[in-house]
């Protein structure tokens, strides 16, 4: 059975949205093997649940690469995985998290299918020292004209997993008018620092900084618009340097 929810706390673009929790015959190490050797066969629920072509005993091809990461998310001591494979039937890469509660669930699944670089596609981190690990997970959502690099961090807790932070990294759109949008996230102590580009045809740039800090309530992390000025250059729209340092999340140079 697949639940969703979806709950906003403010009016800035953020939301803790939940995904949907599928319930699993098997265990991830098991999953894993099933799709690795096809024996032994992976129930017909947890096939339906990772929806590859691959998961199906009676489908000739294997998956052509796969990861397995038990890593601790939360507050119960049971280890989370997170199971990455390359699915060549389908042309992505899927990111699958387990999470045990009585019995093991999966509580997300990713997919990356354009421009996508497998080894970055989804990493664990922390992005401030307050806010706890997330899963995050960056990949093109653009459309047929669009490059929409898109950077999402979730939040795993109470066994479901709530989208934190989502930030597009880089929009390059090809019609006219053509612009090319950057995203940077910065980070301090206990900050996050988001860095934008803006590049128009003809060549005219602007930028803007906005401020982020971790909400243990609304478990995403929220605008704080009362602390722009002390890490952002006001005039310039750009962050005051040594203030914020890059997190790894956002566009290429
Ligand atoms: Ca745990």
Redesign the pocket.
Known sequence: MKHASLWCFVVTGLCAQSLPVVSMQTDPDRIAQSLRDKKPAMPTEDCAALDLWECHSDYPDRVSDLSLRWV?????????AILIVEAKAESTYMAYVF??QSTWRMVGSFSCERSCEPNSFVRVQKLTSDSPLLILVQRDLGGSAQFLMTASAYH?HGGRLSQALEVSTEEDVSLPPERITRRWVLASQDRLVIHTTRQTVPARIRNNCEVYRWSPVGSAFELAPADRAQYCDLKTGAPIPGKSSPTGLGAYP
């Open positions: 601790q998310l939360d507050d119960d001591p049971e280890l989370e999470d045990k795993l």
